[in-house]
Each structure stands twice: as structure tokens, then as C-alpha cells.
């Protein structure tokens, strides 16, 4: 006689006797895993409850009204800026990782050791001077594109409800992007980059009340220094990759759930 539980559902049955995709069989195979063990199935049926109940149905698109084709606005050129935004964002983080194979801030008091590997980048090593260039290039044309990304959705009216939150997130990723070229700006540690963090250390200096505690926290002190561009490399490298990443994953599934904003 055998102890174990009889499956009252035999799921194991149920999934043979369908056609499935291994996609399809893993993914049900997955649910049903978790559900013996979380009850997720459960919740997923409340969660779907809860939504119908309170009609949180998205409104339909100016396509949907008026039963126009979708797929040109898809191709309509303002409406791919979010994509070529994304596309350079890729392109900016591949190519600047491998520069930071050969990229070495100051690791003593003396910050020319950050010129001189931008120096050794750019006159000896093979491909060195495209491989900066296409992250430079790149850069600039995330920050056209988002630029011109954030005044179509004003200008069409995208960022009303129900897409207020994208609307926001949208907000931070632009003001995310100035920090990211910012910071790299005064990477090369040349003559623009210096003058670019003295006038950084200004404008921090003149926020009201806090602006020596900024200054002391963003640029190690009220001149420039190896402390300065240390921070500028961490924020650079280790602190924006992941939280810009994060929310534009972020911003690309509230679109996905969404749909695309159409003009009305």
C-alpha cells in the first residue's frame, strides 16, 4: 500500500493528454510546483477577482475607437524614440564596459592616472579609438533621444491618465541620463572634464543650506581633487548601471501592460 498523496487533480495526466509547447509544459509544470506549495493559483484568482470587480479596465486607444491599423504607429518614427533610447542605452553600457577594462581612475593622491589610460585608450590601443567613440556617440544620442522621447509624450498627450506613474518614472530616467553623461564627462579627467566639476562644485555650493554637505558628499570637498573623480566613477560604474537598468525595465513593462499611447 503506498503512503503517498493521491493528486486529485492528476495535473501529470491532464498535461499528456494536451498538445503542448515545451515552453507551454514548462511553464506549467512550474505553476503547478509552486501552487502544491504557495497556493498561487489561489491568490491569482483573487488578484483577477479583485480586478474585474473594480473595472480597472484600460481605456481604449484612438486605434481601438476607431479600428485603424496598429502597426503604424509602431513604425511611426516619434513613436520608435523610446526604442532607439533603449538601443543607445545598450550599446553606451557594452561599450563602455569594455572600456573599463583599460580605464583605471586614480588609485593614489595623483588623478592624471585617469588621462593618461584615456590616453593609452585612444593612441595604442587597437580599436581604442572607436571603441570610445561609439560610447561617446552612443551617449549623445540617448540623450537626443530621450530628450525628444519625454516632448512627444507631452506633446501627445501620453502622459495622462492612466500612464501619470510612467509619465514620472520618465521623469527620473531623463534626469538619471544628465547624471550618467555628467559623470562620465569628467571621467577623461582633461581640461573640459576639470572645468565641468569646478562648475559642479559651484552649483552645489549655492543650494541653500545644504550646499556644502552636498558639495562634501558628491565631489569630496569645495575643489576638485582624486576624491572627486573617485566619486565620479563609482556613480558612474557601479551606482547608475543598475538603477537606471532597473527602471527602464520598469518603464518598458508598465508600456507592455499599457499598450502604446496613440494620439487622441
Known sequence: MSLERKDEHDHKGWMK???????????LTTLIWLDKRLRIVDYLELMETLYYRVNLQMP?????QYNLDNKFWYWYPLYTLGLFSTLAYVVAAISGALLGFYYSPAT????????NSIEFIMTELQFGFMLRSIHRWSAQVMVAAVFLHMLRVYFTGA?????????LLGIILISLTMVFGYTGYLLPWDQLAYWAGQIGVE???????????????LFG????????LQRMYIIHVFLLPFVVTTLIAIH???VWVQGIAEPH
Open 108 to 115: 593614489t593622491g595623483d588623478p592624471s592616472t585617469a588621462y
Open 17 to 27: 493528454e494536451k498538445d503542448l509547447t515545451p515552453v507551454e509544459s514548462t511553464f
Open 60 to 64: 481604449k486607444s484612438h486605434t481601438e
Open 221 to 228: 570637498g569645495f575643489s576638485l581633487s582624486q576624491a572627486t
Open 159 to 167: 502622459y495622462k491618465e492612466p500612464r501619470e506613474l510612467n509619465w
Open 252 to 254: 518598458i513593462g508598465i
Open 203 to 217: 552649483m552645489a555650493l549655492s543650494i541653500p543650506l545644504i550646499g556644502e554637505w552636498a558639495a562634501q558628499l
